[in-house]
């Protein structure tokens, strides 16, 4: 319980005990006593919550009390736990009233406190004595007047309202007019929520707060926080009275510290300052009366500089780029994870799933924000995390969300905060929370103390972007840092980054983060609310941007022709699944088509960028662009992508490299900071720079291929383009390549270079390598074009392939086809939890190499359906053929639905007339192990059991430790002799069998003339089922081991029936 003192120098007054005993004398308010309480000596009230809540002091008396209180000169609250401290002033108790409004724990907590009674369960059977009023807001309760009555508002007042705004707001609020009283009136404010007047109750249904008292003109009164009922559904108002207060010149409404006005509550969410000020004390006519009751549903009205910024926040975010670079694709977001890398690591990255497994974010962008500020807990800072790779479009994606906030897409935020994480990471420099969210967007915005005075108010409301969060990868020790800084203090980056993370800045907004999925920073996202994963283009996708492209450069009539230009060249299309790749295709083949009809795509990645950046190096000041490749490679190696004018070698250099493109100003940075338009540029410009350096010596270049990690210092290959980049530099034909950019003159390292890997690349052996390694071998081979290197890799291939667990993206699947169709042998693939997309496994799947391959189930049936559907009847055969499932370990429910639809697909295709026979995947099982273990065993076993019939193969059924039971056994042996034929090896150890699930298997042990080994140890059957499985070996002469021993079983009876007979094994 949290306790509030008010740092007053007054003596304490009485205690709570005394104040309670007085207050109980207090008359009603409707005569003399009224005038009597409103004089009575009782001091500010001491004690507990609980003790008020359980008192039988009248509340109103108490609130009157506290009517006489000066609040003019209360100084600054503080919040204390101690004990003996236990007073609370207005503002502690209406952030009581929030917290418990907001905290569904607590409201419970408090209601049965204030109710021991028992309550009806269901509020929905609950009906009150008489049909109650409902009143939405602020109220104020005072004494009833028996000369005058005014009925309540009319309920379709209430009801039959507008929809409130995206962003809810209240203007004006119509007062009822409520007559004048001599009586000692009292105010009562309460959070903003529906509130239901009703006049005589016998009991209190839970979730209602009851407030009776004398002077109130009814029995009781219940504050219901729920949904509002529809007009159709409220009877109609039974006349209850409810009367206004005198208002005092400072406090409108009330003098009660319990109604306090705006700047008592500078912490309170704006809904719950609402006040009905002006309040007549006059008797109104029925004019009067029904004009008071259209009252307005909307929020108290923002200050003018509040929504001045909030306008002027809105005009930065609502410009869309134009040109090339206002092409936006609606791509799918992948609810994502991370996961270690191996068991022996505690580094984590982005998990796998298979492409059927993919849990896309419905609804898009703004739904699935909506979607996660739902789920989190009241109060709590949400962090979701966007993750993708280098050009996946993260930048973009971020602008977007903060144009569709512009343009009322998303409603749930009142502010919207973009900001790129590289104007950050300036070392040196100290932030207050105002400078990131005022100063360091893509606009510095100008606010006044008034605006982000607001801002904190309502951090719920706010919505913090932090683009390229992998740029502050020095400042990784914020999260656990010990100490965060206060709200004004300026502070490092990493105090401030410590103060939002550790949810001590802005608690309650939500935090959008992207970043690529690898760097330190990126493990410490593993804990966050939400991830998700920025997919690329798929192929259709990246074909439309190729038209769209044209028309927005003005070029419709070379569409056809680009589109043309693309297809013909695979390899770059399985590349346009990157949308900075597919931009850099357009823009060579808008150069290209100017040129003359007879223009070609490059066959590989080092050709485009050479391509592109061909013209602009030789227009340049010599050397410029080699000055620029070192300034590339120096920043990658500091894991950075932004430099300072002053970095370059001369003025010269700068204004040509800004003039190219080559560089540009990021949004937000200052004038002097530049950056590389894309990662794959300063990846490609690093890789010049190796191929170009003669400081690089010849035992170091290898490395930088990152194939084979060196245990001491190893390269981390940060610019992770750097590998494919630097072959294709060094073994493509100089004119075209390596002299197109820098002239013959200097390239003279490029000879001995080209030598180092010749001989490093053709000592390497495929078949050591790991999956991802072997897929970048592939990738360099493919970039050299040299026959030679491209031929080693390929023939040195094993003939069986495992991508188990390593991601293949299109550009993967595309060259690794490629080598498989050159290596002139047989292959087995595994391509199970690759990702691999539809097209990439239906491609591999058809090569005539590939003789058997295995993917996931869900995958796998995809493919066939897709393939039935779209008449490829020999495509559709030979997956069918080639496809393996040996062996096959379930290891969740899942596992075992595919491998029911698996199944299900071979009936359905042995009933077709066109086909006949098993699905070699079915038949040729021959090890099926169910590892769900003992929570999901029982739930799935009873599928398992109903498909083991299709398996005529099988061999070992391995069903060990899933809790399966006596049911379990009992249903297993009435499908165990349709194995009877092929089974050799049965494990059904700890399984808690007992006596009845013996007596089962006992019953079809004799029909298992294929069995071999069975294994039933460590269950719970006793001497009973035991003697009963022994006899049933007596007549199995083809059995070779029964492993029966167990716990419950005596010992001498085990021993006994081992001597009985000796194919009993006690281990």
């Not at 502070?491 to 992207?514: E, I, M, N, W």
């Not at 700890?990 to 298997?1001: F, P, R, V």
Request: net charge negative.
């Amino acid at each position: 319980m949290i306790r509030g003192r008010a740092a007053t120098d007054s003596p304490r007054p009485q205690s709570w005990r005394e104040g309670e005993a007085t207050s109980s004398a207090c008359g009603s308010p409707g005569n003399s006593g009224s005038s009597q309480c409103a004089t009575m000596e009782l001091g500010p009230l001491e004690g507990s919550y609980l003790e008020l809540l359980n008192s039988d002091a009248d509340p109103l008396c108490l609130y009157h009390i506290y009517d006489q209180m000066d609040l003019a000169g209360e100084e600054e609250i503080e919040l204390y736990s101690e004990p003996d401290t236990d007073t609370i002033n207005c503002d502690q108790f209406s952030r009581l009233l929030c917290d418990m409004e907001g905290d569904e724990e607590t409201r419970e907590a408090y209601a049965n406190i204030a109710f021991p009674e028992e309550l009806p369960a269901d509020l929905k059977h609950w009906k009150p004595a008489e049909p109650p009023a409902v009143v939405t807001g602020s109220f104020l309760v005072g004494p009833v007047s028996n000369s005058s009555t005014l009925p309540c508002l009319p309920l379709s007042t209430l009801f039959n309202q507008e929809p409130a705004s995206g962003r809810m707001r209240l203007e004006e609020t119509n007062q009822m007019p409520m007559p004048s009283s001599s009586s000692s009136l009292s105010c009562l404010n309460l959070p903003e929520g529906p509130i239901q007047f009703v006049p005589t109750v016998s009991t209190v249904p839970q979730g209602l707060w009851q407030i009776s008292g004398t002077g109130t003109g009814v029995s009781s009164i219940f504050i219901y926080h729920g949904e509002v009922p529809q007009a159709s559904q409220v009877p109609p108002p039974s006349g209850l009275t409810v009367h206004g207060l005198p208002t005092s010149p400072d406090r409108p409404g009330s003098t009660s510290p319990f109604a306090p006005s705006a700047t008592d509550l500078p912490s309170m969410p704006e809904p719950a300052l609402i006040s009905r000020a002006n309040v007549t004390e006059h008797k109104t006519s029925p004019t009067q009366r029904q004009a008071a009751g259209e009252v307005s549903n909307k929020l108290p009205k923002w200050p003018e500089s509040v929504e001045q910024f909030y306008r002027s926040l809105q005009d930065t975010y609502r410009a869309e780029p134009t040109g090339p670079d206002g092409i936006l694709m609606e791509v799918d977001l992948v609810q994502a994870r991370l996961e270690r890398s191996s068991s022996k690591s505690l580094e984590r990255e982005l998990a796998t799933p298979d492409w059927a497994e993919r849990q896309l974010a419905q609804g898009g962008l703004a739904e699935g924000l909506l979607a996660a500020k739902e789920h989190r807990r009241p109060r709590e800072t949400q962090v979701i995390a966007m993750l993708g790779k280098a050009g996946q479009g993260k930048s973009y994606w971020a602008g977007a969300v903060s144009r569709a906030w512009a343009c009322g897409r998303l409603p749930q935020y009142d502010f919207v905060f973009s900001v790129p994480c590289h104007c950050l990471n300036r070392p040196g420099d100290v932030y207050r929370l105002q400078d990131l969210l005022f100063s360091l967007g893509p606009r510095p915005l100008v606010a006044a103390d008034e605006v982000f005075s607001h801002i904190v108010k309502r951090p719920d409301r706010i919505l913090l972007i932090l683009d390229a969060f992998e740029e502050l990868e020095a400042q990784d020790g914020f999260l656990h840092s010990t100490c965060g800084p206060a709200l004004a203090e300026p502070c490092s980056l990493r105090g401030l980054l410590a103060g939002l993370f550790q949810k001590k800045l802005l608690r309650g907004c939500t935090l959008l983060l992207t970043a690529r999925p690898r760097g330190r920073l990126v493990q410490s996202l593993s804990k966050a609310d939400a991830l998700f994963e920025l997919s690329g283009f798929s192929m259709e996708q990246a074909q439309a941007y190729v038209m769209r492209y044209f028309e927005c450069s003005g070029m419709t009539e070379h569409q056809d022709r680009a589109l043309a230009l693309l297809r013909d060249r695979p390899f770059l299309l399985s590349h346009s699944h990157s949308p900075t790749l597919c931009q850099a295709v357009c823009q060579l083949s808008e150069a290209l088509l100017e040129l003359g009809e007879d223009a070609e795509l490059p066959s590989t990645l080092t050709g485009l960028y050479v391509g592109l950046l061909g013209r602009a190096a030789l227009n340049g000041p010599p050397g410029a662009l080699a000055e620029l490749a070192k300034l590339a490679w120096e920043l990658g190696r500091r894991h950075q992508s932004t430099l300072q004018e002053n970095q370059f070698p001369s003025a010269d250099v700068r204004t040509w490299a800004m003039a190219k493109g080559l560089v540009q100003h990021p949004p937000g940075a200052t004038e002097s900071e530049l950056a590389f338009p894309s990662f794959l540029l300063q990846c490609f410009l690093g890789a010049l720079w190796l191929a170009l350096s003669g400081e690089i010596k010849d035992k170091e270049l290898p490395q930088y291929l990152a194939l084979t990690p060196r245990k001491k210092r190893p390269y981390d290959n940060w610019l992770e383009g750097v590998p494919r980049f630097l072959t294709g530099l060094i073994f493509q034909p100089r004119a075209r390549c390596l002299g197109a950019l820098v002239g013959p003159s200097a390239t003279a390292f490029a000879d001995r270079k080209q030598k180092v890997l010749a001989r490093y690349l053709k000592r390497l052996q495929p078949g050591t390598l790991r999956a991802r390694q072997l897929l970048e071998l592939l990738h360099c081979a493919h970039e050299a074009e040299e026959a030679g290197i491209w031929q080693h890799v390929v023939q040195e291939l094993p003939a069986r392939l495992s991508f188990l667990g390593t991601r293949l993206t299109p550009p993967d699947a595309h060259v690794l086809g490629k080598a498989l169709e050159a290596a002139g042998q047989d292959f087995a693939l595994d391509l199970r939890s690759t990702g691999i997309d539809p097209s990439g496994l239906g491609s591999l799947v058809g090569l005539s190499c590939v003789t058997h391959f295995r993917a996931a189930l869900s995958d796998t049936v995809a493919l066939w359906e897709s393939l039935r559907q779209h008449g490829e009847t020999e495509l559709l055969q030979a997956a069918e053929e080639k496809f393996t499932i040996e062996p096959f370990k379930a290891k969740s429910l899942k596992d075992v639905e595919d491998l029911g639809k698996l199944v299900q697909t071979q009936r359905t295709r042995s009933s077709s007339e066109d086909t006949a026979g098993e699905l070699p995947a079915v038949r040729d099982l021959k090890k099926l192990e169910f590892a769900l273990g003992p929570i999901s065993g029982p739930q799935a076993f009873p599928k398992l059991v109903r498909i083991l019939t299709a398996f005529s193969s099988l061999q070992h059924l391995d069903l060990s430790q899933n809790s399966i039971t006596d049911l379990g056994a009992y249903k297993l042996a009435e499908g165990l002799p349709s194995l009877a034929a092929s089974l050799l090896r049965l494990s059904l150890y700890n399984n808690c069998i007992c006596d009845m699930g013996a007596e089962s298997l006992a019953r079809v042990l004799p029909d298992m003339v294929s069995l071999r080994v069975m294994d039933v140890q460590y269950n719970k059957f006793t001497a009973a089922g035991a003697q009963q499985l022994a006899a049933s070996l007596r007549k199995c002469p083809h059995v070779e081991t029964l492993a029966m021993w167990t716990p419950t079983i005596p010992f001498s009876v085990q021993e006994h029936l081992q001597q009985q007979d000796s194919r009993i094994s006690l281990r």
